[in-house]
């Protein structure tokens, strides 16, 4: 089972947070222990306010990570809120030993980052292109207004 390290919580209650400006935190494992090869420890690697596409910015090809990230989405000024999405990012370089337990571990970052509208797998930044997040998450929200109405 993996550990979070108690900054997480601060950081996640931080982005949850609409009177800040950070937008996103991005978890990853810690250096091993002298002597060992893997640290199964998670701890906040970085925070940011610029968006998902900085957010993007920070994901390596080698380290897996994952992600909290704030969204505002809606149609007009008055439909606008904040959504929150969970990222587990597995990028193309990652050992398999570590594949392997990113999907134990996202147990543990499930009881810390509670609160989010899509779950979002990814191993590639394409899979994080606004426009695809934006999609998954405006039909996680349900009624979208914003499409043209069908004829019959």
């Given at each position: 089972?993996?550990?979070?390290?108690?900054?997480?919580?601060?950081?996640?209650?931080?982005?949850r947070n609409d009177k800040t400006a950070t937008t996103w935190l991005i978890l990853q494992y810690a250096p091993p222990a002298e002597g060992k090869t893997?640290?199964?420890?998670?701890?906040?690697?970085?925070?940011?306010?610029?968006?998902?596409?900085?957010?993007?910015?920070?994901?390596?090809?080698?380290?897996?990570?994952?992600?909290?990230?704030?969204?505002?989405?809606?149609?007009?000024?008055?439909?606008?809120?904040?959504?929150?999405?969970?990222?587990?990012?597995?990028?193309?370089?990652?050992?398999?030993?570590?594949?392997?337990?990113?999907?134990?571990?996202?147990?543990?970052?499930?009881?810390?980052?509670?609160?989010?509208?899509?779950?979002?797998?990814?191993?590639?930044?394409?899979?994080?292109?606004?426009?695809?997040?934006?999609?998954?998450?405006?039909?996680?929200?349900?009624?979208?207004?914003?499409?043209?109405?069908?004829?019959?």
């Amino acid at each position: 089972m993996a550990e979070i390290h108690p900054d997480v919580e601060a950081a996640y209650e931080d982005v949850r947070n609409d009177k800040t400006a950070t937008t996103w935190l991005i978890l990853q494992y810690a250096p091993p222990a002298e002597g060992k090869t893997n640290s199964d420890r998670l701890v906040v690697h970085a925070t940011g306010e610029g968006g998902l596409s900085e957010f993007v910015s920070h994901l390596k090809p080698d380290q897996p990570a994952f992600g909290y990230v704030r969204l505002t989405v809606g149609n007009d000024e008055m439909s606008r809120r904040a959504k929150f999405i969970l990222v587990a990012w597995c990028g193309p370089d990652v050992t398999t030993m570590r594949r392997a337990k990113l999907s134990v571990h996202i147990a543990a970052v499930k009881s810390v980052l509670k609160s989010f509208g899509v779950e979002i797998p990814a191993s590639d930044p394409a899979d994080l292109a606004e426009s695809t997040v934006l999609t998954k998450v405006q039909r996680a929200m349900g009624a979208n207004y914003d499409r043209q109405a069908s004829s019959y």
